[in-house]
């Protein structure tokens, strides 16, 4: 029943910003009695709030993607039109991989 809680907690609960998280953190790290699950759950909720930020991101880049499948299946655009919609899409997905990874090293 725990382990339900925790899976629970992790897509679900609260959300905190990156500033929360490092004072956490650095409270945590200055205190006398560190233990593990206190560690672990403030990674957790890091996981959680940087999945969070990150899916705000993805949301556009496939509204995008689905509206134009949407608008090149009802109307008959020319092929550079969907080149140029299909390029653009790909160079949003790349930018976000790229400030994922970032993201992820540091």
């Not at 991101?57 to 993607?65: F, G, S």
């Not at 008959?76 to 990874?101: K, R």
């Amino acid at each position: 029943m725990i382990e339900i809680q925790k899976l629970f907690q992790l897509y679900f609960g609260k959300k905190y910003s990156n500033k929360q998280i490092n004072d956490r953190f650095y409270i945590w790290r200055r205190s006398v009695d560190r233990d593990d699950e206190t560690r672990f759950k403030i990674m957790m909720d890091g996981a959680r709030s940087q999945m969070s930020d990150l899916s705000k991101q993805w949301k556009w880049v496939i509204i995008q993607a689905v509206l134009w499948l949407w608008i090149s299946n009802k109307y008959e655009l020319q092929p550079i039109i969907n080149l140029m919609a299909f390029l653009s899409i790909l160079t949003q997905f790349s930018f976000n991989m790229s400030a994922i990874v970032k993201d992820k090293k540091q």
